[in-house]
């Protein structure tokens, strides 16, 4: 069961431009674009295009990119021919293009969501996450309408949120420097994930970029 707070699934990825970044991939082998494995530069690379200065999740990123868009091509996500670098994101040749943009990956996610027996919540938010006395999660509270929900995880809770570009408010908290910034995203993305892991200890990293 997923829960989300919009009248439909998507967020800033549906408004995107399907701009993917990734080496190694079928389409660039098929295409002869793509280099061959340079850690530190896809590394550093990662690193821009997410805004971190964790060398960790930049690494993590890097390494899993071209087989996360091998999957969304397998899975049905269109992507254009072209695979090259783009001004802005990397000199490297490893940036490809949705078919469709943003909207046209969010679509087939859906179905293939829908398609595996995944049921959707939407104009649910969820508000705190339910931890049992081990302080493991085991399930959400959520408000559907005005009306609570409590839904129970029987294997885990996956976050799949965190975005706060919406809040102005939480651009402030995250990065003193971009306080003044006006939100450049969608309404949902209010960083609601952030707050419900962080009441629960989490400590995010702060970012030091303003988008």
């Known amino acids: 069961c997923c829960v989300e707070k ?3 699934v998507g967020g800033d990825s549906a408004l995107s431009d399907g701009i993917l970044g ?11 674009s793509t280099p061959t494995r340079r850690r530190v530069p ?12 964790d060398p960790a999740i930049a690494r993590v990123l890097a390494d899993k990119s071209g087989e996360t868009i091998d999957w969304l091509q397998e899975m049905g996500v269109p992507f254009l021919k072209e695979v090259g670098p783009l001004f ?5 040749p490893v940036i490809h293009h949705v078919d469709g ?13 829908e398609k595996a027996g995944v049921g959707t919540l939407t104009d649910t938010s969820a508000t705190k996450l ?29 976050m799949a949120t965190g975005s706060f570009a919406g809040s102005t408010a939480m651009i402030g908290q995250m990065n003193a420097e971009c306080a003044n910034l006006l939100p ?7 960083g609601d994930g952030l ?7 989490a400590t995010p990293h702060a970012s030091r970029t303003c988008r």
């Open 6 to 8: 919009a009248s439909a």
């Open 101 to 113: 943009k943003g909207a046209e990956m969010v679509r087939v996610l859906a179905e293939t969501a």
């Open 88 to 92: 802005g994101y990397t000199e490297l």
């Open 22 to 32: 990734g080496w190694g991939t079928k389409l660039a082998k098929s295409r002869a």
């Open 184 to 190: 450049g995203s969608n309404p949902g993305a209010t």
């Open 42 to 53: 896809l590394v550093h690379a990662s690193s821009r295009m997410v805004r971190t200065e």
């Open 130 to 158: 339910v931890a049992d006395a081990d302080g493991r999660v085991i399930g959400v509270e959520a408000v559907q309408k005005k009306n609570p929900v409590r839904i129970k995880a029987n294997k885990g809770v996956v």
């Open 195 to 201: 707050v419900m892991a962080m009441e629960l200890g």
